[in-house]
């Protein structure tokens, strides 16, 4: 029985890939941000019965020596603990350097003293920036239109310093947008369906022009496995990706359709990017993927929304859709 870390287990895609590991068998240490109310994340939320199966281990991904010891007898390490929103690293750009480029250091250099046998680093498809050819391969260049795209880049470019510099089994796994059940309304899915879930008749959003390739979280945690299962990966940089896109006012209209026809779409300019830093194209390739893996998008755009909206309408109490989120 392999033994696991995920960092950000208490997260988004973080809980989905924990409880995704253990329906694949793994012990799983889910490594948690520490605080004071002994939070748990949605990692909360899981049954009790899934939740005896996890070990459970509070720390700080910016601590050198608390990620020493949760990667202690550990085989595989999935590191998705960041900092991601956009908008908050335009005044926090500090924050972001320390979380997620000295935060993957620490994991990189406990796992070099460690021997641990594989480590994923999360990247993102922000690194790309505004596509400059479609679909997005790897080999597409990078450009940090945010400082959070920034910091991904550097960690990035650390995890392939190390596999290069001392021979380490690391692997760079891209997600493209990801959304699903438990993503926080700092992302545009969920703040679309919220809104419009309490009642709005008047939903606010950004730009509406960008396109983006959307996976569905269950279809991204099961990326990560396929991914840890293949030895052909070791030293790669590999998107998930569905290959398809849609714009946001696409996106906007078809969630106003399935919740209420009748609202209507309003631009508030407190949610537009700077000019130069917003990403106006993202559709990725996953040729590379599907070569080295046996993993295949399962679901549908229409199937995860409707799986989405579910939850939220099950869960609106835990979102505050009239407060713009960063």
Wanted: charged share 25%; aromatic share 10%; hydrophobic share 35%.
């Amino acid at each position: 029985m392999k033994k696991a870390l995920v960092t950000g287990a208490d997260g988004f895609i973080g809980s989905h890939l924990v409880e995704e590991l253990l329906n694949e068998g793994y012990k799983v240490r889910a490594f948690i941000y520490y605080n004071s109310f002994n939070s748990w994340g949605w990692l909360d939320t899981l049954p009790k019965e899934k939740l005896e199966k996890i070990e459970i281990f509070s720390g700080d991904i910016r601590d050198p020596n608390g990620i020493r010891e949760a990667m202690k007898d550990i085989d595989e390490v999935y590191h998705l603990a960041a900092l991601i929103a956009i908008p908050f690293s335009y005044h926090s750009p500090d924050s972001y350097v320390d979380t997620n480029i000295k935060g993957t250091l620490n994991i990189l250099q406990a796992a070099r003293d460690l021997n641990t046998k594989r480590v994923l680093v999360t990247s993102t498809s922000e690194v790309y920036g505004t596509a400059k050819y479609v679909p997005i391969d790897e080999n597409h260049p990078y450009q940090g239109q945010s400082p959070y795209s920034a910091t991904k880049i550097g960690a990035d470019r650390i995890a392939e310093s190390f596999y290069r510099s001392f021979d380490m089994p690391i692997t760079i796994v891209r997600p493209f947008n990801t959304y699903g059940p438990r993503q926080s309304a700092r992302a545009v899915i969920p703040t679309i369906i919220t809104q419009l879930l309490s009642g709005a008749c008047e939903i606010k959003l950004g730009s509406l022009s960008p396109t983006r390739d959307f996976n569905y979280v269950k279809d991204t945690v099961r990326g990560f496995i396929e991914i840890a299962k293949s030895d052909k990966t070791i030293g790669e940089e590999i998107n998930i990706a569905t290959q398809q896109e849609i714009s946001i006012g696409e996106l906007a209209q078809e969630l106003i359709n399935q919740i209420n026809p009748n609202a209507k779409i309003i631009c508030d300019e407190e949610r537009l990017r700077p000019e130069k830093s917003e990403v106006n194209r993202l559709l990725g390739s996953n040729k590379k993927i599907k070569e080295l893996t046996n993993w295949t998008p399962r679901y549908s755009l229409k199937e995860g929304l409707a799986e989405t909206i579910e939850f939220l309408r099950n869960n609106i109490d835990r979102y505050k859709s009239d407060i713009y989120n960063i």
